[in-house]
């Protein structure tokens, strides 16, 4: 967890490194379309792959540590080499320069990345989710939160190809998709079933499915119309109807987000009441 933690702060100090590089292409007004690239997939890698990914894991295993459940050595092993990838992981996404020490280091940091993958499994092995999430909704979107997490991995490693990595770095809603899948789908299912663990939503002993999964169908109709969108567009089929179908979406995702505001809003009233 301390690994995790320390590592998720580092890698959010070395997102500013993105930001050097937008300050002075706007100070110097190069505009070098080049520097700017790189610059953006810096912040974001460190961001996404980097911050985020670290804080959920170093939050989950402390979670379960909690839970009175041992962080054995696969666990341990798991976390550093998630930890040590990040960097080397960064040249997959900088793989478009074409040198050679670029695929050296984003190989490494692939393998790095498949190794974490391979510990992680033997640690979910040795772990009930029932001893961990006493909801089945909880465990549902721990799973769909896990799920993203292997996904993200696998995507990750497969830019290592030149065909694949120039397709999905040059290719708009592959990259959103993306990041909707570690946002939405790793982070935000994570956390949902983090807030319901805690009773935010309950009442009398009660949660109410249906904002959860509004809001569940929003995101996963969301990575969906992106992965096909993104297909399309490198199968030069894609057509107006997407931007209709992310607009449907999207309003899925708002609605489902308002649902669940008002869901607490009626545990916090109900809480009140109780009180006086």
Request: charged content about 10%; aromatic content about 16%.
């Amino acid at each position: 967890v301390k690994i995790l933690s320390v590592s998720a702060l580092i890698s959010l100090i070395l997102s500013f490194l993105g930001t050097v590089g937008l300050m002075y292409i706007i100070i110097t007004k190069s505009g070098g379309s080049l520097l700017y690239r790189d610059s953006i997939y810096t912040f974001l890698h460190f961001q996404y792959n980097g911050f985020f990914t670290l804080s959920v894991f170093a939050l989950l295993l402390n979670f379960i540590y909690k839970k009175g459940i041992e962080l054995n050595k696969n666990a341990e092993r798991f976390s550093i080499l998630l930890c040590v990838s990040i960097i080397p992981a960064l040249f997959l996404a900088l793989l478009w320069h074409n040198k050679n020490i670029f695929y050296l280091l984003g190989g490494i940091g692939c393998i790095l990345m498949m190794a974490a993958l391979f510990y992680f499994f033997l640690f979910l092995k040795s772990v009930s989710l029932q001893q961990i999430l006493k909801r089945k909704i909880e465990r549902t979107f721990l799973v769909f939160s896990l799920i993203s997490f292997v996904l993200k991995m696998l995507l990750q490693v497969g830019t290592i190809f030149p065909q694949l990595g120039n397709a999905v770095y040059g290719d708009r809603p592959v990259i959103i998709g993306f990041l909707h899948l570690v946002f939405l789908g790793f982070i935000t299912f994570f956390l949902l079933a983090l807030f319901i663990n805690h009773d935010l939503f309950t009442t009398r002993n009660k949660i109410s499915h249906f904002p959860f999964v509004v809001f569940s169908v929003g995101i996963i109709a969301n990575e969906t119309v992106l992965a096909v969108q993104g297909l399309g567009i490198l199968l030069q089929t894609n057509g107006e109807i997407f931007k209709w179908l992310l607009w449907a979406v999207a309003i899925m995702l708002f609605a489902g987000a308002l649902f669940i505001t008002l869901a607490r809003l009626r545990v916090v009233r109900f809480q009140k009441n109780k009180s006086t």
